[in-house]
């Protein structure tokens, strides 16, 4: 059992916080497209970012940011043109953005975070950001976190928002997010944007730490596409609302926190990759039996984001041999004669060998897999052993469809 519960409110969930979404003009089909969310305090604030070597400016506004001072206090998302690979004119944009907010706020400009998504080597429309920033900053609630939710999306089928409580020196602590992924998303962080926020105390490298930590075995183990994105970005705050005592080290209540944080961040991950562009359902592989935890959550991540398995998984063809030439190339030695594979229920190979099975109801758990798309029972489960080692991990992926090709055959068209 969980030391948290789920709770209502995304973003806004956790004390302290307002968020806000309206339209202002930068998408062309003039729904929602600009985001804020806001403490009404200063935040730690921690990052972990793309590294793609072509990265968008508020990438590198940001990061520069938190190198210089690690807190928050509001984060500002544009959604619509993603600012990348727009040169130092593009760099210029970031900074107006992040000043214009700062004067309708009422704080300093480097306590402001930013975030783009949407079409590479566009820049912001800046005359319609700008004249909407007086409008968004009135429009802040406390209940405005699934407005900042659809503001943010662009290729997304749905919002993604997720908030947890769990009690700390007997105090309330919430946690929550709010998340946009859908096309180019690929391990790499080092067009997918994640937002946390959380009212517990807790210190600014340790928070950073947890965060991290908690990107590797969530969205660093997640791939629709094998396209890392020039904007990835997860951003975390924590305001210390809540009024506990601060946490500056590990230790029991720090493990409670950081495993909440997994677990939102765990969450949002495969919501992208359940809402990967075209996909009908989400696949998640679990791997065990490697020598360490960084060598499982590896072969894992190398299976789920092979196109093959990918392709196979959509045709509801349950062709193993995919999965162990996956495995195989994963860069992680093991002796294959220790594999074993396994989808859902049904053991396909052992002792790297084959095994009979009932290929029509291996195709059919397949199928009933993209039916549940639209049930929330729509995880195919692809299990892995490669050895008697400590090691495990996870992975999530989705099928690859003929409609993942036509999405982005027209993407800019």
């Not at 659809?150 to 749905?158: H, K, N």
Request: aromatic letters at 4%.
């Amino acid at each position: 059992m969980s030391d948290w519960q789920e709770i209502t409110g995304g973003v806004t969930a956790p004390r302290g916080y307002k968020a806000a979404g309206i339209a202002v003009g930068l998408k062309p089909s003039g729904l929602p497209d600009l985001a804020l969310i806001l403490s009404d305090v200063d935040a730690i604030a921690a990052g972990v970012f793309t590294t793609s070597h072509v990265r968008a400016a508020c990438v590198d506004y940001c990061r520069q940011g938190l190198q210089s001072k690690a807190s928050a206090r509001a984060i500002l998302c544009n959604a619509g043109q993603a600012n990348a690979a727009t040169g130092e004119q593009g760099l210029q944009d970031a900074l107006e953005s992040a000043k214009a907010l700062s004067q309708a706020l009422g704080v300093p400009a480097d306590s402001i975070l930013l975030a783009s998504t949407g079409v590479i080597g566009q820049r912001i429309r800046m005359e319609a950001l700008l004249s909407g920033i007086p409008k968004l900053v009135a429009a802040a609630s406390e209940t405005g976190s699934d407005a900042a939710a659809q503001a943010i999306v662009t290729t997304d089928l749905v919002t993604k928002s997720i908030a947890l409580e769990t009690t700390i020196d007997d105090r309330p602590v919430r946690m929550g997010g709010i998340c946009k992924g859908s096309g180019m998303i690929h391990p790499n962080m080092a067009t997918l944007l994640a937002f946390v926020t959380c009212d517990a105390a807790v210190s600014t490298s340790l928070w950073q730490q947890m965060l991290s930590r908690a990107a590797d075995k969530s969205f660093n183990q997640i791939t629709v596409d094998g396209d890392t994105s020039t904007n990835d970005t997860l951003i975390a705050l924590s305001n210390g609302q809540s009024r506990t005592a601060a946490i500056t080290e590990m230790g029991p209540e720090a493990e409670k926190l950081e495993a909440m944080l997994t677990e939102v961040c765990q969450y949002m991950a495969k919501a992208i990759a359940r809402d990967g562009e075209g996909a009908t359902c989400l696949i998640e592989v679990q791997v065990t039996g490697a020598s360490d935890d960084k060598a499982a959550r590896q072969i894992a991540k190398t299976i789920v984001g092979s196109s093959l398995v990918k392709s196979a998984v959509f045709g509801r063809d349950p062709n193993w041999g995919r999965i162990a030439a996956a495995a195989g190339r994963a860069g992680v030695p093991f002796e294959q004669e220790n594999l074993r594979i396994q989808l859902g229920d049904m053991l396909l190979m052992e002792n790297g060998q084959p095994l009979a099975f009932d290929r029509a109801a291996a195709s059919n758990y397949l199928k009933q897999a993209a039916v549940g798309a639209y049930l929330k029972t729509d995880t195919v489960l692809i299990s892995v052993s490669v050895g008697n080692g400590s090691g495990a991990g996870k992975a999530w992926g989705c099928d690859l469809s003929y409609d993942y090709v036509k999405i982005n055959a027209e993407y800019t068209t």
